[in-house]
């Protein structure tokens, strides 16, 4: 646990906000001495009202390419030991899973969950989800 660390995911409308955003704001100041990447965004599973502008996918894409998958869950407090119980045996899957390079997970108390994985194909993560992985 990294108790220190702050993570933020954010859709952007172009890479000129994102610049601004980091050169003009506190926060932004203070998560450019870390890290950041940008990527496209492909295709949604579920909903999140914050990114509710974001379509179910963007078309078809490589399947060969490799992907990063983010998710994120906030559940009412008492769906939190359901989901921790029915939630390990998949991050298992996910990081001991021969087609991914890295994975995160992060919290934020007491409800929130999220998590960060790079894959070296898409189809690879698909077939992981749709439960049509090679792997047990």
């Known amino acids: ?10 859709a ?9 955003f980091i050169a003009g704001t506190r926060l932004g100041q203070a998560l450019a001495t870390g ?37 994120l869950a906030r559940m009412k407090l008492p769906q939190v030991p ?3 119980r ?14 991914t390079t890295l994975t995160i997970a992060a919290m934020r108390l007491p409800r929130t969950v999220s998590t960060f994985s790079v894959w070296t194909s898409q189809q690879e993560m698909v077939d992981m989800v749709r439960g049509h992985s090679t792997m047990p």
């Open 35 to 71: 890290w950041h990447i940008r990527m496209t965004f492909l295709r949604r599973w579920g909903h999140v009202s914050e990114f509710g502008g974001l379509p179910e996918s963007v078309g078809e894409q490589d399947s060969a390419a490799p992907v990063v998958a983010v998710t």
């Open 82 to 84: 359901r989901f921790i």
């Open 12 to 20: 952007w409308e172009s890479h000129v906000a994102i610049d601004d």
């Open 86 to 99: 029915w939630g390990k045996p998949v991050e298992e899957l996910v990081r001991d899973h021969p087609s």
């Open 1 to 10: 646990m990294q108790l220190r660390h702050l993570t933020m995911f954010a």
